[in-house]
């Protein structure tokens, strides 16, 4: 029990059952305005015809293809409305980092690495000598 507790109200689970309480609302709120303000004008283009209701028969079988059109603008919205959020997230996150100094290895050539090695090995053995 104390496991689920620790695992339920940890802060990323919290972040995002607020996230998707707030995408239900946002989502509300762009169907509303595909459905009662954009298709409309999208009606009143095509000659006056409610897009939403527009089907045709094929067969016995009738295929609605307008819920399917404003279903497919409900989600364009949707997903441009949350690309011009998180950019906007994601520059301001940007513009709060502070730059990182970049150290860079500077690389010693082998010969100087080895004349380094043979150095420390002869004043070991000079210092092992002398005592």
Not at 29 to 35: F, N, P, R
């Amino acid at each position: 029990m104390d496991e689920f507790k620790e695992f339920a109200f940890r802060g990323n689970v919290l972040d995002l059952a607020v996230g998707l309480v707030i995408g239900s609302a946002f989502t509300a709120i762009v169907t509303a305005l595909v459905s009662y303000i954009i298709m409309p004008l999208v009606g009143i283009l095509s000659g006056g015809k409610d897009v939403k209701n527009l089907s045709v028969e094929v067969g016995g079988a009738t295929l609605e293809y307008g819920a399917f059109l404003q279903s497919v603008v409900d989600f364009t919205l949707i997903a441009l409305v949350v690309f011009i959020f998180i950019k906007i997230i994601n520059n301001a996150a940007s513009k709060l980092k502070k730059p990182v100094d970049v150290i860079e290895e500077i690389e010693v050539p082998i010969a100087e690495q080895y004349l380094k090695e043979i150095r420390d090995l002869l004043a070991e053995d000079k210092k092992n000598r002398n005592n």
